[in-house]
T-cell receptor, first 113, second 117 residues
Framework: GNSVTQMEGPVTLSEEAFLTINCTYTATGYPSLFWYVQYPGEGLQLLLK?????DKGSNKGFEATYRKETTSFHLEKGSVQVSDSAVYFCALKGGGSNYKLTFGKGTLLTVNP | KAGVTQTPRYLIKTRGQQVTLSCSPI?????VSWYQQTPGQGLQFLFE???????NKGNFPGRFSGRQFSNSRSEMNVSTLELGDSALYLC????????????????FGPGTRLTVL
């Protein structure tokens, strides 16, 4: 079956530091890949997505590239802010009309001023 | 456009009781999925409904059930509650269409926090 492995952290950075959260996946066919963010006490918000190999998703300074050869979708941001502190989830959706998302365990990011 | 809404936001029940959670999807969305989030197991898929039919199901016991109404609103029910059912239950809706890129997104509600004592 499908699976997602991401670094669990926690990750603690200073403001303006570079962020990388690793995510690798196992899936059959051609999945779509997502990063979701969860702020304390809230549900999940879609941060970015990529639906085919070599696609780059980007939003709010975050980027991730769908690498089929390494089955990876690492999240990066060049300069983090205190407001980026949250839990980040890498997720995968299989092909077809199947709306099941398979999530990684989540990575807690804390950014200090 | 209003987002996904879930009621109630918080619930406290005791073991053996049953509970019903409600989810209203984004207007026009006909697919509704449910997920359980716990510190130990993370986010796990419960089931997905589309046009009042369960289309996909995760690996949960039969105590977990759901349904969808003609207006796409969905409910999930947990019977004979156990301590391990304490979790954040998230509902997500999606716009059904061709299985193409634009329709892959799921939009999540704020969740219902269930505590079983």
């Amino acid at each position: 079956g499908n699976s997602v492995t991401q670094m669990e952290g926690p990750v603690t950075l200073s403001e303006e530091a570079f962020l990388t959260i690793n995510c690798t996946y196992t899936a059959t066919g051609y999945p779509s890949l997502f990063w979701y963010v969860q702020y304390p006490g809230e549900g999940l918000q879609l941060l970015l997505k990529a639906t085919k190999a070599d696609d780059k998703g980007s939003n709010k300074g975050f980027e991730a590239t769908y690498r089929k050869e390494t089955t990876s979708f690492h999240l990066e941001k060049g300069s983090v802010q205190v407001s980026d502190s949250a839990v980040y989830f890498c997720a995968l959706k299989g092909g077809g009309s199947n709306y099941k998302l398979t999530f990684g365990k989540g990575t807690l990011l804390t950014v200090n001023p | 456009k209003a987002g996904v809404t879930q009621t109630p936001r918080y619930l406290i029940k005791t073991r053996g009781q049953q509970v019903t959670l409600s989810c209203s999807p984004i207007s026009g969305h006909r697919s509704v999925s449910w997920y359980q989030q716990t510190p130990g197991q993370g986010l796990q898929f419960l089931f997905e409904y589309f046009s009042e039919t369960q289309r996909n199901k995760g690996n949960f016991p039969g105590r977990f059930s759901g349904r969808q109404f003609s207006n796409s609103r969905s409910e999930m029910n947990v019977s004979t509650l156990e301590l391990g059912d304490s979790a954040l239950y998230l509902c997500a809706s999606s716009l059904e269409g061709l299985a193409g890129a634009s329709y892959n997104e799921q939009f999540f509600g704020p969740g219902t926090r269930l505590t079983v004592l």
